[in-house]
T-cell receptor, first 111, second 118 residues
Framework: TQLLEQSPQFLSIQEGENLTVYCNSS?????LQWYRQEPGEGPVLLVT?????EVKKLKRLTFQFGDARKDSSLHITAAQPGDTGLYLC???????????FGQGTELSVKP | GAVVSQHPSRVICKSGTSVKIECRSL??????MFWYRQFPKQSLMLMAT?????????EQGVEKDKFLINHASLTLSTLTVTSAHPEDSSFYIC??????????????FGPGTRLTVT
């Protein structure tokens, strides 16, 4: 069974601080996606990484896919209260597009 | 961008009744849709994969006779929770893949349906 270990599960920081969320697996994924979810809403896709070693930037968010395509990280620079939410990583294997989700990281950014 | 809708957004039903949730891809065709459930403060758990025109594939531990899935067209999949019980109360979310836009890795989620069984 493929697993995706996401850490930390909870993170409470002050506005302006930097943070990194990690997703690790012993399995190789064909792609990995990062989502952000607000309470009572569905996840919203932030980015998809496909190539090993790939780095993508989305304003203050930097996403990296490990060289072996087994792990990924999300780094947020100068966090703002608007970044508060549940961040989810999800890896896709080659079984018809099924996504395997990490446990999620509940981020709280205090002003 | 690809938009997925769900209806209803919230539903309250009595124990023993059945509830149908619709998932629609509004601006693209989705040969595959996925159904998840999510408990408070937890991640998404895949329930089943819905393929247009064929039977759904259920994940281990998910009762196929309780959670009926129908994917009758390329833009609509439905999840029916039969004989609902309070333990079925949860947040149900669907997702769909846009296979026609060159974004084969992209998966888009609906806004979710909050089911409360009393």
């Amino acid at each position: 069974t493929q697993l995706l270990e996401q850490s930390p599960q909870f993170l409470s920081i002050q506005e302006g601080e930097n943070l990194t969320v990690y997703c690790n697996s012993s399995s190789v994924f064909s792609s990995l996606q990062w989502y952000r979810q607000e309470p009572g809403e569905g996840p919203v896709l932030l980015v998809t990484v496909v190539t090993g070693g790939e780095v993508k930037k989305l304003k203050r968010l930097t996403f990296q896919f490990g060289d072996a395509r087994k792990d990924s990280s999300l780094h947020i620079t100068a966090a703002q209260p608007g970044d508060t939410g549940l961040y989810l990583c999800a890896g896709e294997n080659n079984q018809g597009g099924k996504l395997i989700f990490g446990q999620g990281t509940e981020l709280s950014v205090k002003p | 961008g690809a938009v997925v809708s769900q209806h209803p957004s919230r539903v309250i039903c009595k124990s023993g009744t059945s509830v149908k949730i619709e998932c629609r891809s509004l601006d693209f065709q989705a040969t595959t849709m996925f159904w998840y459930r999510q408990f408070p403060k937890q991640s998404l758990m895949l329930m089943a994969t819905s393929n247009e025109g064929s039977k759904a594939t259920y994940e281990q531990g998910v009762e196929k006779d309780k959670f009926l899935i129908n994917h009758a067209s390329l833009t609509l999949s439905t999840l029916t929770v039969t004989s609902a019980h309070p333990e079925d109360s949860s947040f149900y979310i669907c997702s769909a893949r846009d296979l026609g836009g060159g974004l084969e890795y992209e998966q888009y989620f609906g806004p979710g349906t909050r089911l409360t069984v009393t």
